[in-house]
Structure formats: structure tokens, C-alpha cells
T-cell receptor
């Protein structure tokens, strides 16, 4: 049973550039959430995708955008990178069952460094 | 993570019990979670508890929930060196997102 996978593992970008991170959900899951984890902090919710639409968003600027594909995989795009965007980006998947907060399973993350 | 608070560090001797504490703010959270993060890795779901329960036991793990005080704890029995990691408490303030604490770094000493 494949778990949540993310690519790439590590990424180095410079300020002002754009980046795309990818996530494949756990087998059988249809919902993908993205979190940002800065060094020494807990993960912060960016947004969640279900049925190819963003259905909730955390306190992040419009520079952060996403997409979900028909096979439930997802991308996170960040434009105009800032030094403060350096973090571990975590993808979590869950199965929508109409229950309050279906259990989320996390991938290994993508470590983004902005120079 | 400002709505969930945890102590930052815990040092425990191998074989002893570890207790990690957490306070949360959203009384409407249906589930409360404990995740484990090892260095350079993602988050591993350890256990969760439904909000109408007081206690849940899962092998070496015991979760206690005091809903009145909005206090959650995780007890790890017979702590091993492999238990050294960062432990995150998370609440579910709505149907979609998890709100995490800053994490408790547990160090197991021989």
C-alpha cells in the first residue's frame, strides 16, 4: 500500500523565482492538504484540495496556489519566492467520508531553500 | 500553531515512561491527534482520540483527554531510544485543517 509521496526531496531556489512541488496521495485517498513547516515550528495549514477544487485556505498570500488533478495528485506553486518561504512543505492526504476532519496522513516533505 | 501549546523539551531515561502535555483552544474539535517527526522526515500519525472519549490506549501509548480543561496528554510506556523525536499535538478546528503545536522534542538517554 503506497503511502503519500512527494517530489522533489530538496530544492534550492533564489528570491523572485517560482517553484512547483508535487504530491501523490496515499492509495485510496481523494483529498490533499498542504502545510508549511518552518524550522523549529509546527506545520501551518496552507490549503486543501478536494474534487479538483480548493475548498479551504489558511493565512497564506496569493503567491501560494495549487492544483489537484483527476487522479487526485496535487501541485503546490509558489511565485515570487521570498527568503521566508524557506521551509519543509508537507503534503497530507485523506479520504473524504463526510466526517469531521478525516484522518490525514503525511508525506516525507520537500525541503525548500530560498537564497 | 498559536492555538495549541506544548512544552518544548522533555528528557527521559530509557525504560521510564514519558508524558507529553498539550493544551488546545477549540472545544469543537472532533478529534485530537498525536504525530511523531523524526529528524529530516515527515509526520507519522501515532494515535488520535475522539472528543467524547477520556482515554485511549494503543500498545505502549496512552492518550488522556480532559475536555473541560482542554488538556491532552500522551504517555509512552517503557520509552526506547527509537522514541527520540519531536511529538506534535494537533486539533481539528474545522472539517478541513489541522492546527499544530510547536512540538515537544523528546530525548531518551541511556
Amino acid at each position: 500500500d503506497a503511502g503519500v509521496t512527494q517530489s522533489p526531496t530538496h530544492l534550492i531556489k533564489t528570491r523572485g523565482q517560482q517553484v512547483t512541488l508535487r504530491c501523490s496521495p496515499k492509495s485510496g485517498h481523494d483529498t490533499v492538504s498542504w502545510y508549511q513547516q518552518a524550522l523549529g515550528q509546527g506545520p501551518q495549514f496552507i490549503f486543501q484540495y478536494y474534487e479538483e477544487e480548493e475548498r479551504q485556505r489558511g493565512n497564506f498570500p496569493d503567491r501560494f496556489s495549487g492544483h489537484q488533478f483527476p487522479n487526485y495528485s496535487s501541485e503546490l506553486n509558489v511565485n515570487a519566492l521570498l527568503l521566508g518561504d524557506s521551509a519543509l512543505y508537507l503534503c497530507a492526504s485523506s479520504l473524504e467520508q463526510g466526517l469531521s476532519t478525516d484522518t490525514q496522513y503525511f508525506g516525507p516533505g520537500t525541503r525548500l531553500t530560498v537564497l | 500553531g498559536e492555538d495549541v501549546e506544548q512544552s518544548l523539551f522533555l528528557s527521559v531515561r530509557e525504560g521510564d515512561s514519558s508524558v507529553i502535555n498539550c493544551t488546545y483552544t477549540d472545544s469543537s474539535s472532533t478529534y485530537l491527534y498525536w504525530y511523531k517527526q523524526e529528524p529530516g522526515a515527515g509526520l507519522q500519525l501515532l494515535t488520535y482520540i475522539f472528543s467524547n472519549m477520556d482515554m485511549k490506549q494503543d500498545q505502549r501509548l496512552t492518550v488522556l483527554l480532559n475536555k473541560k480543561d482542554k488538556h491532552l496528554s500522551l504517555r509512552i510506556a517503557d520509552t526506547q531510544t527509537g522514541d527520540s523525536a519531536i511529538y506534535f499535538c494537533a486539533e481539528s478546528p474545522n472539517d478541513y485543517k489541522l492546527s499544530f503545536g510547536a512540538g515537544t522534542t523528546v530525548t531518551v538517554r541511556a
